[in-house]
């Protein structure tokens, strides 16, 4: 190495705030010395690096209970290394607040409640945002790759005149980050020259950080004056007894081949035997079988599952783009080839009508 490449080292060192590097070193030593200098260096600088980020998740929850996909985000940020904080906003949010505390990881968790964080409104919620990052400087900012996080964090991004990167699969070094692109059918690795880094999580493709364990300190911090150009009135959620879709363990899907909206009983008495939810394909959606929530694929939900059941449904690459992470995918159709059967692990060529009622009563 020479003394240039090596002030070149200590410059990049020294960027990230270390005061004083002593080297003991002779110049004129053996390459074999010399690679090993340059390899403690550089997992120095990575350590250095990593020791230095400091990350917000941006907590999506209901003032009750915490989203899912939050604890996803958090697992993603601890990868960046450094302090983790989360912010929770909303009108009423102690409960959330407690529950975060106890969260694996989290270093921080910062309470901001005002009745303007009525329903996570991203123009209320992105002032409160920018004033958390211009009080504590974080070096990376994300949520989950939800509707919360994909409607907030790219108005974060825009305010702080930093490009967005979204839905990341990966995280590879602080500033480079993996995503698909294609409906999935190709992966792009994104590296990131922003001062600030703000992106939106796939909850698939990290593990829940764990909810014990933890043990946050609490800060309020000061909300912005409301903005008051949109109004959060009402919302109305689906009632439903099966797990939410995209946590579910097991996913029973049905596609056109249900043939009508009564059909889909079918799918839920199995679902019911297997502690399942019910997902569609769009092609179901559309025809009206079903409502737009259950849609599985790349304009829909993105689902990883133990098992994935695919019930009437031909594998179009936008359907698969939802569900091919699956651990197990399970495939009944009565098209030897339809494309579904590519990618499932047990394929089923039979009529669904027959094939599911036999299903659900052997689980009986
Ligand atoms: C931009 C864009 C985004 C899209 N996003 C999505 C998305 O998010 N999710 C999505 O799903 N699609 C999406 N699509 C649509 C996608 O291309 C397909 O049209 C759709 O997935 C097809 O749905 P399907 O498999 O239910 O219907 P079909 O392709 O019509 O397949 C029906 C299947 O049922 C089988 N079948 C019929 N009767 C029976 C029976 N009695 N027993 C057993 N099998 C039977 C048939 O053999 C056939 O394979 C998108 C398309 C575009 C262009």
Not at 64 to 76: Q, R, S
Request: with cysteine; proline share 4%.
């Amino acid at each position: 190495m020479s003394l240039h490449n090596l002030h070149n080292l200590c410059y990049r060192i020294t960027q990230y705030k270390i005061c004083e590097v002593k080297f003991c070193c002779r110049f004129k030593a053996s390459p074999y010395f010399e690679h090993n200098l340059t390899s403690d260096l550089c997992s120095l600088q990575t350590s250095l690096i990593q020791r230095f980020q400091s990350t917000l998740v941006v907590a999506e929850h209901n003032n009750e209970k915490l989203t899912p996909i939050t604890l996803n985000a958090i697992t993603a940020a601890g990868k960046l290394g450094g302090e983790v904080s989360c912010l929770v906003a909303g009108t009423d949010c102690a409960k959330v607040a407690e529950e975060l505390s106890k969260v694996q990881g989290v270093k921080k968790v910062l309470v901001a409640q005002h009745d303007c964080y009525k329903g996570g409104l991203p123009e209320e919620l992105t002032p409160l945002v920018l004033a958390t990052q211009k009080q504590f400087n974080f070096t990376h900012i994300c949520a989950g790759a939800s509707a919360f996080g994909k409607n907030l964090l790219p108005r974060v991004a825009a305010k702080l005149d930093v490009a967005p990167i979204s839905d990341i699969i990966e995280i590879k070094t602080p500033d480079t980050f993996v995503r698909t692109i294609y409906a999935g059918n190709a992966v792009s690795t994104v590296k990131c020259n922003d001062p600030v880094k703000v992106f939106t999580v796939r909850g698939t493709s990290f593990e829940a950080a764990a909810t014990d364990g933890g043990s946050a300190a609490s800060e309020t911090v000061a909300t912005a004056p409301a903005v008051g150009v949109s109004e959060w009135l009402e919302q109305n959620l689906t009632k439903s007894d099966r797990p939410e879709l995209t946590s579910a363990k097991v996913v029973v899907s049905g596609g056109r081949g249900l043939k009508s909206g009564e059909n889909f009983k079918l799918l839920y008495d199995l679902a019911d035997k297997l502690n399942a939810a019910v997902g569609a394909s769009r092609a179901a959606v559309d025809a009206g079988y079903v409502p737009n929530d259950m849609q599985v694929g790349q304009t829909g939900k993105i689902v990883a599952p133990e098992l994935y059941i695919a019930v009437g449904i031909s594998g179009a690459i936008q359907h698969l783009a939802g569900m091919k992470d699956s651990k197990t995918i399970v495939a009944i159709n009565k098209d030897p080839e339809a494309p579904i059967f590519q990618v499932a692990d047990y394929g089923l060529v039979a009529d669904l009508f027959k094939a599911v009622p036999e299903m659900t009563e052997a689980l009986k």
